[in-house]
C-alpha cells in the first residue's frame, strides 16, 4: 500500500530555475526521507528529516515538512543539467518495519 | 555506493525456471532489503533481513524466497519464475535500524521470458 505519493509525476524546468517536488503521506511517521535515482542507477539517500523537525538543508536542497499536512518538500534550489533524475520520497509503514517508497518525480533540466 | 554489488547485473530467463540473485555488502550493517521497481508501481519491497537467518515478508513477497546464511550476503530465488517478475531488482542495506538511511545497489535487471 501506498504511504508517500510525489507530486508532481514530472517536472522540466531550465537550468539555474529552482525545482519543487512534494510529497504527501497518509500515517504518522518517525522521519521522512527523500532519495534521487539516476536514469539506469541505484538510489542515492539525500536528506533525512525527522518527525520533529520543520526544515532541514544540505547544499542546495532544502527540505520541509509539516506533519500537520502530513506532506513534505524537496526544493533544489538553481538546478544543473546533473540534477535530471527521478525523486522519491519514503517513510516509515504502518507496521513500522520498513520504508516505504512513493512512485517518484522525473525532473528534466535542461540547459 | 557503500560497497554494495549485486549479481547478476542482467538476466534473461524463461518461464518456469529457477532464479537467484545475489547482494554483497562490505559494510556489516544488519538490515538488508530486497526491492523490485515497474513502472507505475515506484519500489516496491519484496522481503528484508535484519540479521542472519532472520528475515521477513514485504508487500510483495508471493514467488518469492531469500537467505542469509552471512551478515554480507542476502540471496533473493524465484523459485520459478514468470512473466510478471521480470522487472529490476535492487538491494539495499540500513546501518541503524528502521527508518535509516538506505543503500542501494546498482540493480540487476531481470527478463523472463
Known amino acids: 500500500s501506498q504511504q508517500g505519493e510525489e507530486d ?7 537550468e539555474g530555475e529552482n525545482a519543487t517536488m512534494n510529497c504527501s503521506y497518509k500515517t504518522s511517521i518517525n522521519n521522512l526521507q527523500w532519495y534521487r535515482q539516476n536514469s539506469g542507477r541505484g538510489l542515492v539517500h539525500l536528506i533525512l528529516i525527522r518527525s520533529n523537525e520543520r526544515e532541514k538543508h544540505s547544499g542546495r536542497l ?5 506533519t500537520s499536512k502530513k506532506s513534505s518538500s ?10 535530471t533524475a527521478s525523486y522519491f520520497c519514503a517513510t516509515d509503514n504502518q507496521a513500522g518495519t520498513a520504508l516505504i517508497f512513493g512512485k517518484g518525480t522525473t525532473l528534466s533540466v535542461s540547459s | 555506493d557503500a560497497g554494495i554489488t549485486q549479481s547478476p547485473r542482467h538476466k534473461v530467463t524463461e518461464t518456469g525456471t529457477p532464479v537467484t540473485l545475489r547482494c554483497h555488502q ?11 521497481q515497474d513502472p507505475g508501481h515506484g519500489l516496491r519491497l519484496i522481503h528484508y ?9 514485504g508487500e510483495v513477497s508471493d514467488g518469492y ?3 542469509r546464511s552471512k551478515t554480507e550476503d542476502f540471496l533473493l530465488t524465484l523459485e520459478s519464475a ?11 542495506t540500513e546501518k ?6 538506505q543503500y542501494f545497489g546498482p540493480g540487476t535487471r531481470l527478463t523472463v521470458l
Not at chain 1, 524537496?74 to 540534477?83: C, W
Open chain 2, 82 to 92: 514468470t512473466s510478471s517478475q521480470t522487472s529490476v531488482y535492487f538491494c539495499a
Open chain 2, 65 to 67: 524466497s531469500v537467505s
Open chain 2, 49 to 57: 533481513s535484519y540479521g542472519v537467518k532472520d528475515t521477513d515478508k
Open chain 1, 8 to 14: 508532481p509525476q514530472a517536472l522540466s524546468i531550465q
Open chain 1, 74 to 83: 524537496l526544493l533544489i534550489t538553481a538546478s544543473r543539467a546533473a540534477d
Open chain 2, 26 to 36: 562490505t559494510e556489516n550493517h544488519r538490515y538488508m532489503y530486497w526491492y523490485r
Open chain 2, 96 to 101: 541503524g535500524g528502521a527508518f535509516d538511511t
Open chain 1, 62 to 66: 532544502r527540505v520541509t515538512l509539516d
